[in-house]
């Protein structure tokens, strides 16, 4: 292979040594802002983009994570869908605040080890593809590709397929209404190659936010029937009584 001119060779060193001292300087110098408020942020913290006011004010759900339903499959969420979460979780959604993603998806990682839900893979909960194109992402597999990184485990997209293009859900329509709505909504992609591989081993299935549990379950409906073990896991759920960071600190 012909060696790069001697000119070339300097200016990618030059390069290299600028970027080395780019990293330098921001690893010194950058003090991340909280993505809730916009303070700086003084790390250890438990989310490194979350401050430790706005975290005291989060509800978190400490002690009632594991969520008891009718699914057939064990199910957590990290936080109640109330105080700051609806607006945190609807800016993640529609107003491309992902950065949001990476400030809840610590958090959700702390689920993650204190039930031990061990898993080879997370799965997004896919949007239809229409839908996709229309908001430019899926604000769920932004919140997976975070918590892969906080635990070590691969986001897989693109195993679940979403057929129905349906219009926006209201909090008025029942369990059964959504049911109905969603019934055959999903199926796994038999050209993923992971369709197989992941048969027998346990998986992570991520959703934003449960209201009746209906999208959750129809999702995880294919997998089961290819023998995947799923555990359901969403950002938030449930509208009880408030349990902030501060309250139950020593459950960390
Ligand atoms: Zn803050």
């Not at 001697?6 to 003090?31: G, M």
């Not at 899926?138 to 349906?166: K, M, W």
Request: charged share 25%; proline share 7%.
């Amino acid at each position: 292979m012909a060696a790069f001119p001697p000119a070339v060779n300097r200016h990618s060193r030059f390069r290299r040594i600028l970027s080395l001292a780019q990293k330098t300087f921001e690893k010194l110098y950058y003090i991340p802002c909280c993505a809730i408020c916009d303070e700086a942020v003084h790390p250890p913290l438990p989310s490194p983009f979350i401050c430790r006011d706005c975290l005291a004010g989060l509800p978190f759900r400490l002690g009632r994570e594991e969520i008891e339903w009718q699914g057939g499959f064990p199910l957590y969420a990290t936080f109640f869908y109330r105080d700051d979460l609806p607006k945190l979780l609807v800016s993640m959604k529609f107003s491309g605040r992902t950065d949001r993603a990476r400030a809840l998806a610590p958090l959700m990682a702390h689920t993650v080890r204190r039930h031990h839900l061990g898993a080879d893979a997370i799965i997004p909960v896919p949007l239809h593809r229409r839908r996709k194109a229309e908001r430019g992402y899926n604000q769920v597999s932004v919140l997976a590709e975070c918590l892969s990184e906080a635990i070590d485990v691969p986001a897989v997209e693109g195993l679940l397929i979403r057929h129905h293009y349906t219009e926006r859900q209201s909090e008025a329509h029942s369990v059964k209404e959504r049911q109905l709505h969603l019934q055959n909504a999903f199926s796994m992609d038999p050209a993923c190659p992971l369709s197989s591989s992941l048969q027998g081993r346990p998986v992570i299935l991520l959703d934003d936010v449960l209201t009746t549990g209906a999208t959750m379950m129809e999702a995880a409906r294919p997998l089961m029937k290819a023998g995947i073990r799923v555990t359901g896991l969403v950002a938030a759920t449930g509208k009880d009584r408030y349990q902030g960071y501060g309250e139950a600190a020593d459950q960390w």
